[in-house]
């Protein structure tokens, strides 16, 4: 992607996912934009790397603290670390997410609950935490990170399309009550990107997501810089009267008409 046009010069950002897929490229790009930039993740190995990789690109400061977002006293403790740290948080990204494979009729209680804490509570938890960094910024923004599975719903991802619709109205109520404190809150909706995970996952399944893609405008699955670049147009300052809202990021609607055009 060439030159970022959006200036994060003197913040500080936390990205939940940091270490892979959409989440590692938003963190590359906000440093690049020119923000200090905090990844969090479970495993320490594959995010100290994402994070060395990160600075080296970007000559800005980025570190890794690994935490379990689904946990709230974790979520707690990566906005305390990031603090004592960087002194500030200006930008709250809320990335880490995963839907689990099972159809509703046989789903566990277990996966329903973990897909549930993933993709919605965790950001819930970060979010809130942040939440007196965010208005003592004076710029405080969260982009959290929902699914077209959030808006559409997808079949044998249930509670995951659940969570992510959900993650929407949280967007939605957050944005209402915390915009009179200067913090804005909104939200995108990735369609098919092709991560290395999600690739990986295609091919467990026998997906043929180049074929799914038919049905859409742009006929071809997203690249993770295409979701960053709408997130940082969110998070940042061109995005200053935008709150609350929802960006699809997903190729175009798809359409069905009565005659051929
Ligand atoms: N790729 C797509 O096609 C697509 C489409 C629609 C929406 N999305 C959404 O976009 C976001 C990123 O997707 P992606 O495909 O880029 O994912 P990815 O490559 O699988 O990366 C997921 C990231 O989340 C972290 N993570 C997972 N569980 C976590 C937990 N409990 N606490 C903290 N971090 C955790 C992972 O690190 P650890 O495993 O080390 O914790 C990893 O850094 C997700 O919210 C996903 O639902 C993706």
């Known amino acids: 992607m060439s030159a970022i046009p959006f200036d994060f010069s003197g913040s500080v950002a936390i990205v939940t996912g940091g270490s892979s897929g959409i989440g590692e490229i938003t963190a590359l790009m906000l440093a690049k934009a020119g923000a200090d930039v905090v990844i969090a993740g479970r ?28 946990e709230q006293d974790q979520a707690q403790q990566l906005v305390e670390r990031t603090v004592e740290q960087c002194g500030r948080i200006d930008v709250v990204i809320n990335n880490a997410g995963k839907g689990y494979h099972a159809p509703l ?116 699955p997203g690249r993770p810089e295409e979701v960053a670049a709408a997130v940082l147009f969110l998070a940042s300052e061109a995005a200053s009267y935008i709150t609350g809202e929802t960006l699809t990021v997903a ?3 798809q359409l069905k008409g009565m005659i051929d055009v």
């Open 43 to 70: 495993k320490e190995a594959p995010l100290e790397t994402a994070a060395e990789n990160i600075s080296a690109a970007s000559g800005r400061r980025c570190i890794a603290i690994p935490a379990d977002v689904r």
């Open 105 to 220: 009729r046989t789903m566990s209680a277990e996966v329903w609950q973990n897909d549930i804490a993933l993709n919605l509570n965790a950001a819930f938890y970060c979010a809130q935490a942040a939440l007196p960094h965010l208005i003592a910024s004076g710029r405080g923004a969260v982009v959290n990170i929902s699914s077209l599975a959030g808006i559409n719903g997808t079949m044998g991802v249930g509670a995951y399309s659940s969570a992510k619709a959900g993650l929407q109205m949280l967007t939605r109520v957050a944005a209402a009550e915390w915009g009179p404190r200067g913090v804005r809150v909104n939200c995108v909706a990735p369609g098919m990107i092709a991560t290395e995970k999600a690739q990986a996952g295609w091919a467990k399944v026998g997906f043929d997501a180049q074929g799914a893609c038919e049905a859409f405008p742009l006929r071809r």
């Open 251 to 253: 190729g175009g609607p």
